[in-house]
Structure formats: C-alpha cells, structure tokens
C-alpha cells in the first residue's frame, strides 16, 4: 500500500502541470488565433483556425495515450516516467521556437504539429505520477491539486499573454520566451523533486522494447468489458469538454466580430482569467467536496451550472457581461475536471495507469479536436447571415446542450464506494 502524501510532495508532482497549462493556454486562445490573422483572410480566419488546431489535437489523441503506455514499461535508471518528461518538454523548446520566429503560414503549421508530438510525450509520461504515488484516498485532494495548477497557469497565462502580444504587429517574442522559462523551471521541478524507483538497475542503455508499432497496437488494444465504468466516463468526458471547447478557441474571433473592442488579445484575455479564477476556486473545493460527497453529485452540478453559463452568453451585450459569464463557466468547469479526473484515476487499471489515463485524452484531445471544427461552420454561418453572427449563437446554444448531455452518460458509471478509498492500509 502507497503511504499518504503531503500536500509538498502533491504540489511538487503537480508542478509540471503549470508550464504545460500555460504553454496550450496562451497558444491557443491567445498567441494562435492572434498570429494566424497576419497570414490568411479576415472572412476565413475561423476555418484556418479550426482546421490547424484539429490537426494538432487529433495528434494529440494518438500520441498522448501511446506515450503513457510506453511510460509503463520504460526501463531505466531513473524510473519510467521521468525520462519521457524530460525528452519531450526538450523538444519541446525547438519546436517553439520554430512556431514563432521563423515565419510564414507553412512554419507556424510546421512549429505547431511537432509541438503537438514533444508536447503530448511528456504529457502522456506525466499522467502517471499521481496514481503511481498517491494513494486512492488522496486522490480527490490530489486532483484538486493538479487542476489547482492548470488553472492557476490559465489565470497567469491569460493575464500576461494579453499584454503581450501587441494587437498590431502580434509579434509572438515576448510571450514565447516566456512559455519557454515556465516549462524549463516546471519540468525541473517536477522532474528532479519526484523519486522514483529504478526500473533498471545498472547503467548504460535501455532494455531493448518492442517496436513503436506494436506498442501502438497494445495501446489500443483495450479491453473493453472488463473495463467498462472506465469507457462510460471517457464518453462523459468527451461530450462535455465537446461543448466548451469550441467557446474558448473561438473566443477571440468573436470578441473582435460581435463586440468590437479595440484589442481582442488583450480581452480575450481578461476573459480567460475570469473563467480560470472560478476554476481555481472550485477546483480546490471540488476536491474536497469529491472525496466527501462523491464524484457523481458534483459532476451533476458542474453539467447544470457550465450549461447555464453557455446558454447565458446568449446574452451577452458588452465585455463586462461577458467577463461575469465566463466566471459561472469556469465555476461549472473547475468542478468537472477535478471530480472527472478524480474518478478517472479510481477507475483506471493500477497496473496500467498510464495507458489509460493516457486514454482520457481521447475524450479530451478528442474533443477539443472536434470543437475546432466549428471554425468552417463559424465562417459559413457568419457569412450567410451578415451581422447575425448566427455562427457563434449556435456555438453557444450547442456548448449547453452537450454539457446537459453528459449527464446521460453519467448515469451509466459505477462510482466506487467512497468507505473502501477512506479505510484503505496505511504504511509509513
């Protein structure tokens, strides 16, 4: 039985977590959107968007789950997930810098896929640090930890990401150079702060592994019956981050169209901040009240409340109503990732917790995939129906309907019983 941790040793496992966050949540609303207006056409910035990112996050699908099988077997001196860590967030480095300094349309989409690769090796690797140390009474606090991080990242990144990249020029320097020294220093911490054990004991190279492919085989070779609660909160996951996904990619474009403000960055930003300071808050609560109250009557109150907030933004005239719209989605989200990602790790397989929370980034990779495909259909909207902005109303509308949806799904998953996760042995 794993001995309970500190919540030191948490922050530390979840360090990480702060620069991955802030990487993807300055590149996506803010950085990208703002970048790709200097290479393609105003009335098809939607589709360019969407597309690119679609790409990418498909990627990220495969990737992501793959690297945390790997994970599972890696055989080194230095335990099994931190050298996948390591080598991705170096790559990661080269491919940033290709994304923002070398120029031109082909070279951000160069920059941006092989960013999507180094990204989701270390990603995939980093999934398997709390279920490989922290006991299963701990996760719900755990968890809050983790998501405590990503959205305090959010927070960061929306803030200083905003400011800058001027709505001008949007030169991405300033910003880049940043995510680089926020994912060195989260890296290091996590990776030189968390002991693991040896998975080969004398020095020199790897054990010799099966062939990419075949590993690729086994990730997705899966079996579904036995793990079927598992397969269900996949698909709960999937519909609900499907709703929200798109909003937050396309919150720039329609802050530009609809509202007219005089730098879109900078308020998508402040946007964004609003609704990670509601997911900060209730990802510690969520926490707490998961591993009290049970993941399922907070994954229903989180569907209600992020519904509410979509079907809100109907109703939105200036950035204030928005900036206060965005803060009941982020309450709604804060409490679905934390009590999901709780339950995800009490579902998963101990003996290949990697592989499948890996797997969970088919729901939300995958959706997030999904969502940018609203870029085309933004644009053909739009463009119908001049001034309507029918594209974004409809986006809205289809956000609420997936997270009430995801309820459905929910229904269909066993939550295990909270007394056996609170009594289980310790060992100092």
């Not at 880049?176 to 693991?196: F, Q």
């Not at 998975?199 to 086994?218: A, H, N, Y």
Request: glycine content about 10%; proline content about 4%.
């Amino acid at each position: 039985m794993k001995k309970e941790v500190s919540i030191w040793k948490m922050i530390v496992l979840n360090m990480y977590w702060i620069g991955l966050s802030f990487k993807w949540n300055a590149i996506h609303p803010l950085l990208l959107p703002a970048v790709l207006l200097n290479y393609v056409p105003n009335a098809q910035k939607n589709t360019y968007l969407g597309v690119l990112t679609f790409i990418g996050l498909v990627i990220a699908t495969l990737v992501q789950p793959l690297a945390g099988a790997i994970s599972d077997r890696w055989a080194s001196r230095w335990g099994r997930r931190r050298p996948l860590i390591v080598i991705g967030s170096l790559f990661d480095l080269v491919f940033l810098a290709i994304l923002a300094w070398v120029g031109g349309l082909v070279w951000l989409f160069i920059g941006y896929i092989f960013l999507q690769f180094s990204s989701n090796i270390a990603h995939g690797a980093v999934q398997g640090l709390l279920p490989d140390q922290v006991p299963a009474r701990q996760l719900g606090v755990a968890s809050g930890v983790k998501t405590f991080m990503d959205m305090l990242a959010l927070i960061i990144a929306s803030l200083v990401a905003g400011n800058l990249i001027d709505p001008n020029t949007r030169n991405p320097t300033m910003i880049t150079v940043v995510i680089m020294v926020l994912v060195v220093i989260s890296t290091a911490i996590t990776v030189l702060g968390v002991k693991e054990e040896p998975t080969l004991d004398s020095p020199g190279m790897l054990k010799p592994s099966r062939s990419v492919v075949q590993e690729f085989k086994d990730t997705f070779k899966v079996d579904f019956k036995a793990n079927i609660p598992y397969w269900w909160l996949i698909a709960e996951r999937f519909v609900f981050l499907l709703g929200v996904f798109g909003i937050q990619q396309f919150a720039q474009y329609y802050i530009g169209d609809v509202l007219k403000v005089d730098n879109p960055v900078k308020a998508t930003g402040n946007l964004m901040a609003s609704l990670a300071v509601g997911l900060v808050i209730m990802a510690l609560a969520g926490g707490w009240l998961t591993d009290r109250l049970g993941a399922r009557i907070i994954l229903v109150a989180a569907s209600l409340v992020t519904g509410l907030g979509c079907l809100l933004l109907l109703l939105v005239k200036d950035q204030s109503s928005l900036v206060w719209i965005g803060s009941v989605i982020g309450i709604g989200m804060g409490l679905f990732l934390t009590s999901n990602w709780a339950l995800a790790n009490q579902l998963a397989p101990g003996a290949e917790a990697g592989k499948y929370l890996g797997l969970t980034n088919i729901a939300t990779a995958g959706a997030g995939a999904l969502g940018r495909l609203w870029g085309p259909i933004l644009d053909g909207l739009n463009n119908a129906w001049q001034g309507q902005w029918m594209g974004y109303k409809s986006m809205f509308i289809f956000g609420a309907v997936c997270t009430v949806a995801s309820l459905i799904l929910l229904a269909r998953i066993p939550i295990p019983n909270r007394e056996s996760l609170q009594f289980e042995t310790k060992v100092e």
